[in-house]
């Protein structure tokens, strides 16, 4: 390697190696903005009990619907949310937009389904999903530290593979990322439109399959509401799609998770020449608020989640065993989610409560994968997991 190159590449790691983010006052709005948004999904997340592994695994056996209503009840709020910003602050709506268009731009169909099929399958395999295993963790789900270390690991197995994937995966920009663009028809129709058909969805499943027929501990009477055990997913997930608001005014993004996982895994690459060439494809994750965000939000959300399992309040006689998967599952799990996630561009919140509530186009064939994935990976190898 020539003198230019060598200075060049130690120019990259020590620049990388500076403090993760600039602190300015904007950086730091956006860093306490996340800390207090994960604060509250981590609570809303442990509440609704769809972050037990066993309560994924039967929503897509159909055995509970607590998961779906909760994911449901995320997208509306979500999509009341963009649709007030639609109104009051339409420039941040849309420099957001062009945010999560240029994540996801570069993925055609083909990507994001099978992108999204291969995490579906790793949510059963692993009973989770990116953003909900640091709440397994902080509510100490059994082997939840495996289905991290396998999120970990398809980071870097993504990463490397990353350069193959995108020459003949990811080749082309698509010029029209959102359902209103495609279909012409104005934002502001569209929101309220699809917000009523999911709240209908909602509705009729709730009334079939109350939620607290589904709680195999019940709430102990006259608690009050954040000693409460368990809250209607319903609640959980109408709070969590709130946080839409501060996400978008403040961060200038939408939620997600799944990139976390790379800037943590950017700060683990040696600083060898050889390794960090393998590994280049994550030095785009390793500096600035835009990934650290994330990393802030989900290291908020343990804590939430530990506070809240910790107010919970049971009958003497009930004693709160969140039992996991097996080790094994737990792992492999956690690689299939992160490596689907990557190549679809995003996850169950990047795609499902973030992209459906943008009315992004690739988020409607991402996420009906996701769970078809999850639900063919139940019915055909459920007896084995």
Not at 28 to 41: E, Q, Y
Not at 165 to 191: A, G, R, S, T
Not at 347 to 367: D, E
Request: glycine fraction near 10%.
């Amino acid at each position: 390697m020539s003198d230019n190159n060598n200075a060049s590449f130690e120019h990259k790691r020590k620049r990388k190696s500076s403090l993760p983010f600039n602190m300015t006052v904007s950086g730091v709005v956006k860093i306490v903005t996340s800390s207090a948004m994960g604060l509250w999904f981590g609570i809303a997340m442990e509440k609704s009990r769809v972050f037990e592994p066993f309560n994924i695994r039967d929503q897509m056996s159909f055995d509970k619907f607590i998961m779906v209503k909760m994911f449901l009840s995320a997208v509306v709020a979500g999509q009341i949310a963009i649709l007030a910003l639609s109104y009051l602050a339409p420039k941040s709506l849309r420099q957001t937009r062009q945010v999560f268009a240029g994540c996801v731009n570069r993925r055609g169909m083909i990507d994001v389904a099978i992108g999204g099929t291969l995490l579906g399958a790793g949510m059963t395999v692993a009973g989770a999903c990116p953003g909900m295993v640091v709440i397994q963790s902080a509510s100490f789900v059994e082997n939840s530290t495996y289905t991290l270390a396998g999120l970990f690991l398809g980071g870097y197995v993504y990463a490397v593979l990353h350069s193959t994937i995108e020459k003949y995966f990811h080749k082309k920009i698509f010029p029209n990322n959102f359902l209103d663009q495609i279909l012409d028809v104005p934002l502001k129709m569209l929101l309220p439109i699809s917000a009523i058909m999911f709240a209908a969805i909602i509705a009729v499943v709730e009334y079939f399959f109350p939620w607290k027929s589904e709680l195999p501990i019940p709430n102990v009477e006259g608690t009050t509401f954040m000693s409460q055990h368990a809250w209607s997913p319903i609640v959980s997930g109408a709070i969590i799609g709130a946080l839409q608001l501060p996400a978008i005014l403040l961060v200038g993004d939408t939620l997600g998770s799944s990139s976390s996982y790379m800037t943590v895994c950017s700060q683990m690459v040696p600083s060898s020449e050889t390794v960090y060439s393998i590994f280049s494809h994550l030095d785009m994750f390793k500096s600035g608020v835009e990934n650290w965000w994330q990393v802030v939000y989900l290291m908020s959300a343990a804590v939430g989640a530990f506070m809240s399992s910790q107010l919970g309040v049971v009958d003497i006689n009930d004693a709160i065993v969140v039992h996991g998967v097996s080790p094994v599952a737990a792992f492999v799990g956690g690689i299939m989610m992160m490596l689907g996630a990557r190549i679809a561009g995003g996850c169950t919140s990047g795609h499902g409560l973030s992209g459906m509530g943008l009315l992004a186009a690739r988020s409607f064939v991402a996420v009906p994968m996701m769970f078809a994935g999850a639900m063919g990976t139940s019915f055909l190898f459920g007896q084995w997991l």
